[in-house]
Structures are given as C-alpha cells and as structure tokens.
C-alpha cells in the first residue's frame, strides 16, 4: 500500500527536504487516485457474483463484529495520532501504545476493518474487494519490515520489541494502557458513527 511511511530512508525532494516531508502528500494522492475508482467499482457490482458463503449473522456474531470494528478504527487513529517511533529519523526506537500491539497499528487496523467485512459479504465481488485490504495491509507490512531490517540498523531494536500480527507480543496490555484516549474515543466514535449510518451511506 502506498502510505507515507512505507519507507524510513526516502530520497531527497527538490530542495534538500527529506522525501517524507516533501511528497507525502504526492503519496497519497497517488494512493487515492487508484482507490477511489477501486470503492467506485465496487459499488456498482455490490454483491455481485455467485456467492462463496453465507454466514448467518446472530446476536453474538453481529456484536463481535462490531467490536473487532471499534478495534480496528482505533489502531487506525490511534497510528495517526501518534507516528511510528521508526518512521522518526532521528527519534527513541521505544515502542509505545499502539505498538506495543502492532508494530503497523495502521495497517493491521485496515487489515481488520477487511476480514470483518468478508465475514457478512461472501459474494465474488465482496470477496474480491474486502479480500483485497487485508491481503495488500500484510504484504505491504512485512515489505516495509524487510526494507527497514535492510537498510536501517537502528530499525532492528524496534523490530524485536514489537509484534507484527496485533496482540501477539509481550507488552500488548501495557500497550492498550498506553493509548492515547483521545485516540481511543475517537476510533471508538468513529465506528459507532459508522455503524449507525451504515444502511444509509452504504447499504446492507
């Protein structure tokens, strides 16, 4: 995925200014260029196809999801709010927060924000839409591991300290203590919002 920080080291922009401050934004302008058409066809073939499965979503399931989603926009805010200690050049290699969870809270919260969708959605076109964000979110994950592993030494102590798969390392509960709350409560609210408009922006 193209993300601002899927490099440490970047080449410098026109002027001297390191590649992170220069064209982060040129970036993500490339990155919604090709997801914006991606959702726009979706939409229009929305449960299109045979379908692959169909799971019958109780009170239990429905609420679980739910969860995981409040989850997964939280590790989303929660990277943004606060930046990866590795992608500060120079900074302190400590993890803090949300990675102590992740070492890509980001990625792993678009990764999540996917697999929760395919488990309602199991037509072709579902699958091969949702599929898509948890398979790009772990490919894209682990390339930027093994570049940093490669051309940044100072990246290693980071990269032992911190689990790649989400509550899979040590210090994941001190993690959740850490988090910002702002960043908590606004990942929380941001789902609840979403799911409450869900059936009107998006459909069943």
């Known amino acids: 995925m193209l993300t601002p920080s899927s490099s440490r080291r970047q080449p410098l922009a026109p002027g001297g200014a390191p590649c992170p401050q220069r064209c982060g934004s040129s970036y993500s302008l490339v990155a ?92 072709t076109a579902d699958v091969a839409f949702f599929g898509g964000f948890p398979l790009f979110a772990v490919v894209g994950a682990a390339h930027q591991d093994r570049r940093k592993l490669a051309t940044d030494p100072r990246f290693r102590r980071f990269y032992d300290e911190t689990p790649f798969l989400p509550f899979t390392g040590r210090s994941a509960v001190q993690g959740v203590r850490e988090l910002v709350p702002t960043a908590a409560g606004l990942g929380i609210l941001l789902a609840a919002i979403v799911r409450y408009f869900h059936g009107s922006w998006f459909g069943g």
């Open 32 to 123: 919604f260029a090709f997801f914006i058409p991606l959702v726009w066809t979706y939409f229009a073939h929305k449960h299109a196809g045979p379908w692959l499965w169909t799971v019958p979503l109780g009170t239990a399931l429905r609420w679980t999801i739910y969860a995981g989603m409040g989850l997964a926009f939280v590790l989303i805010v929660a990277a943004l709010v606060r930046p990866s200690p590795a992608a500060v050049v120079p900074g302190n290699p400590t993890p803090r927060g949300a990675f102590r969870i992740t070492r890509h809270p980001l990625m792993m919260g678009i990764a999540l924000f996917g697999l929760l969708h395919l488990v309602p959605n199991g037509s």
